[in-house]
């Protein structure tokens, strides 16, 4: 199961993201990814180490509007794909 953190602040560097997500979600994150950092696009894959549906969707929930480099992040769970979220 994926987490997608979108809207991360073009100021934000990738390790801080990593430290950011890494912190916030804890032993959930099996691992982070992040692309485009420092661009207005960048986001983040998050694989989540949850067998239950609904629990990356209560993880989405916990990291939606938490802010990072003064902008509020945007989270949703994504159960069915590794692909990248397409380009807003």
Same mark, same amino acid.
């Given at each position: 199961?994926?987490?997608? @953190?979108?809207?991360?602040?073009?100021?934000?560097?990738?390790?801080?993201?990593?430290?950011?997500?890494?912190?916030?979600?804890?032993?959930?994150?099996?691992?982070?990814? @992040? @692309?485009?950092?420092?661009?207005?696009? %960048?986001? %983040?894959?998050?694989?989540?180490?949850?067998?239950?549906?609904?629990?990356?969707?209560?993880? %989405?929930?916990?990291?939606?509007?938490?802010?990072?480099?003064?902008?509020?992040?945007?989270?949703?769970?994504?159960?069915?794909?590794?692909?990248?979220?397409?380009?807003?």
């Amino acid at each position: 199961m994926n987490l997608i @953190v979108r809207n991360i602040a073009q100021s934000c560097s990738e390790q801080e993201v990593l430290e950011f997500l890494k912190h916030e979600l804890g032993h959930y994150a099996k691992s982070v990814e @992040v @692309v485009g950092a420092g661009t207005p696009g %960048a986001y %983040a894959m998050v694989k989540l180490d949850a067998q239950v549906p609904y629990v990356g969707d209560i993880i %989405a929930r916990q990291i939606q509007g938490k802010h990072l480099g003064g902008v509020a992040l945007e989270a949703s769970a994504d159960l069915f794909t590794d692909e990248p979220p397409p380009s807003h």
